[in-house]
């Protein structure tokens, strides 16, 4: 089931939330609609507090990329993250450009390190602990923010965060062009 996409600012997007345990109910339906709505709105990640809910899961999906070859893999990489920690920054800073469905319509180089050293549970809670850069990096520390209730605007220098004040407004007052459902954005 596809689910309504909770808008800037919601105060759901500015909680802190909870780590859940394996009896937490029809997860397993969860995490499939959470890819579901993911994959519908054009998405490369998606955590738990944008669907309206204040835990600690994510998901993210995606083509890799490769350099060598300058082509996208056929292969999707999928990785769903329960209760993620980032443990260890390592390596350069970096910009990339991000955006996020919560913020439509705006996207941002944001800084961020090329490496990290994640640790989390995935779907049947087996407990991972791995270095990964790339996409993959980038797209977890993207939605662990959100799990801490940060979004990746909060992250621009002040003179960025001027210049896009006007289509924040925008977003909040629901006026937005999305060919996705979203909800709790306050309309005018
Ligand atoms: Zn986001």
Do not use: W
Request: net charge negative; aromatic share 8%.
């Amino acid at each position: 089931m596809i689910l309504p996409i909770v808008g800037y600012g919601s105060p759901i997007l500015r909680k802190q939330c909870e780590p859940i345990t394996a009896d937490y109910p029809n997860l397993k339906q969860l995490i499939a609609d959470m890819y579901e709505t993911m994959y519908a709105a054009d998405g490369v990640g998606l955590a738990a507090p944008q669907v309206d809910l204040p835990i600690r899961i994510a998901v993210i999906g995606f083509r890799p990329y490769d350099e060598a070859t300058d082509t996208y893999g056929e292969e999707e990489e999928r990785h769903t993250l329960i209760n993620p920690e980032i443990l260890e920054y390592k390596g350069e800073k970096k910009f990339f450009n991000e955006g996020c469905l919560s913020i439509p319509e705006i996207h941002e180089d944001v800084l961020r390190p090329e490496r990290i050293v994640l640790r989390y549970l995935d779907e049947d809670f087996q407990e991972h602990t791995e270095e990964i850069d790339g996409m993959f990096a980038r797209v977890a520390q993207h939605e662990i923010d959100h799990l801490d209730g940060k979004v990746f605007t909060d992250r621009l220098s002040a003179i960025r965060k001027g210049l896009i004040r006007r289509r924040l407004n925008d977003v909040m007052t629901g006026k937005v062009h999305v060919k996705y459902k979203m909800k709790g954005a306050r309309k005018k």
